[in-house]
Every structure is written in structure tokens, then in C-alpha cells.
């Protein structure tokens, strides 16, 4: 289905959201900013759907706001700069609370907005060929939102470099990995959305509430000091004491069968 910019698909356990303006390497218009939240809201609530992966139509993953598109829609331009001043984005599954695993298939250039994708993601894969970049600086612009979320993941000096340098370079997916903002590098590009697939049916064989419940201790951490977080993280793990899942899980490993696992109240 594509709507506003934005393609959303269903493969087996595995739902795809994907960056649909090839045409304007991808950028958010103010259809596709409008889009998102709701996009998010339908994948996640879908108890078929235990993974999303997030990648980019064409040669981009994703390049930020359409700036040239949302100057001329006023309103649209100032609802996004009240957000961004508000700090009430609505831009990607960390933002929209999302408690489905996420992974971010990153397809080729990711710069400037892009990177919120890639900060947001649980997991983040790269075809060799993608390049990231974040040009605000260049531009006259502040770089905060996605180079601090990024510099909870990866080592700060090379978040600092790439703020600093905007768009006088650009890093590789080789070079991504290695600072941890990637997991894993694809190549040929082009098995990056077999690999993703496959890495999403893979996760998706795991329990749905124990991986929601491990999905917010995990982003929790990141907001707080080592003893709270260790403390908000027991109350996650309790959450599962009694959960049919507890149970299912030993069960099925003993009886050497995929597990079947609970989803909204039903055995799937």
C-alpha cells in the first residue's frame, strides 16, 4: 500500500516501511511528515506483524525535510518547527513509542533528517555502498536532535566529525560499522532487503512480549544513570513472570519445536 510518500508491506512476519519520493531522494514532505506517525501506529499494532524494517525506494534511504516542498505549505512548516522546538517529533518508531523490534536497512545516502531514522532504529544494517553524512552546519543550520541520539550509540569524537564537517564528508558503511553505528554491512547492495528480510524473520521466531518488554529496559538505559536503569529494568523483567511465553519458551525447546507464542491474548 502506498500512501503520502510512504510504502507499507507485509511479508510474512516482517512488515516493511519504506521511503516512497525517489524522485526527491526521498526527503518528508509534508504528506509523508503527516504519514509517518499513522504508518508506525497500523505496523505496530498488527499482531502479524513481529518486525519492521525501514529502508528507502531507488539509490537514498532518506535526506531529511523536503525544505523546498514545505516552504511553500506554511502550515505544515510551522506545525514541524513547533514540534522540533517542543522536542514532540513524530518522525520515527522511537518518537511514535513503538514496541515492535525495528530494523533500518539503509539503501545509500543517508543525510541530514535521515540520520533520526538510524538513530531510532534497534538495529541498523547498510548496503556497502551507503554513505552518511550531516550537512546542517553547511546549510547555517544546528545539527542536535539526530547527532545526540547517535552519540548514545557510537563513540562521541566521530559524531562530533561528522556534525562539525557537514557536507565536506562523507562516511562510509565500512566506516559506520566499525564505529558501531552499524551492525552489519551488505554486499552486493543489492541482497540488502534479503538480508534485512531474513534478519527480520529470524527475530521474529522470539517471544513478542519478552522482545517488548527487552525493547524498553534497553532504550530506558539510555535516559538514565546505571542503578535506575537497573531498577526500571527489573520491573520490566518481572512484567514476564507468568506470561504464557515463560512457559511456552522451555517447553517447546524440550519438545525440539518452534515455540508458539503468545500475541494480544492468542497462541500463534
Not at 507499507?8 to 521511503?19: A, M, N, Q, S
Not at 529470524?202 to 518488554?213: D, H
Not at 535506575?228 to 524440550?254: I, K, Y
Request: charged residues 25%.
Amino acid at each position: 500500500m502506498t500512501t503520502d510518500g510512504l510504502l507499507i508491506e507485509r511479508h510474512g512476519p516482517v512488515g516493511w516501511l519504506i521511503f516512497d519520493r525517489p524522485s526527491a531522494a526521498n526527503a518528508a514532505d509534508a504528506a509523508m511528515l503527516g504519514a509517518l506517525e499513522r504508518a508506525w501506529a497500523e505496523l505496530d499494532a498488527d499482531p502479524e506483524v513481529r518486525v519492521i524494517v525501514n529502508t528507502g525506494s531507488g539509490r537514498t534511504f532518506q535526506t531529511g525535510l523536503d525544505v523546498v516542498q514545505l516552504a511553500s505549505d506554511r502550515e505544515a512548516l510551522r506545525e514541524q518547527s513547533r514540534r522540533t522546538r517542543d522536542a514532540e517529533l513524530r518522525l520515527t518508531a522511537w518518537h511514535c513509542g513503538v514496541a515492535t523490534p525495528v530494523i533500518a536497512a539503509v539503501n545509500g545516502l543517508c543525510a541530514g533528517g535521515g540520520l533520526h531514522f538510524v538513530a531510532d532504529a534497534d538495529i541498523v544494517i547498510a548496503a556497502s555502498d551507503a554513505q552518511f553524512l550531516d550537512p546542517h552546519v553547511s546549510v547555517g543550520q544546528v545539527t542536535a536532535y539526530e547527532a545526540i541520539a547517535l552519540a548514545r550509540k557510537m563513540p562521541f569524537e566521530a559524531v562530533m566529525r561528522m556534525a562539525l564537517l557537514g557536507r565536506h564528508e562523507r562516511m562510509s558503511a565500512a566506516r559506520a560499522r566499525e564505529l558501531g553505528m552499524v551492525s552489519e554491512v551488505v554486499d552486493p547492495p543489492e541482497r540488502l532487503r534479503e538480508v534485512a528480510q531474513e534478519l527480520g524473520e529470524r527475530i521474529a521466531r522470539n517471544s513478542p512480549a519478552a522482545m517488548a518488554a527487552s525493547k524498553r529496559a534497553l532504550w530506558r538505559a539510555l535516559e538514565s544513570g546505571l542503578t535506575d536503569a537497573c531498577r526500571a529494568g527489573a520491573v520490566d523483567l518481572v512484567s514476564m513472570w507468568g506470561h504464557p511465553d515463560q512457559e511456552e519458551g522451555p517447553r517447546a525447546f524440550a519438545e525440539k519445536r518452534e515455540p508458539r507464542w503468545t500475541v494480544g491474548g492468542t497462541e500463534t
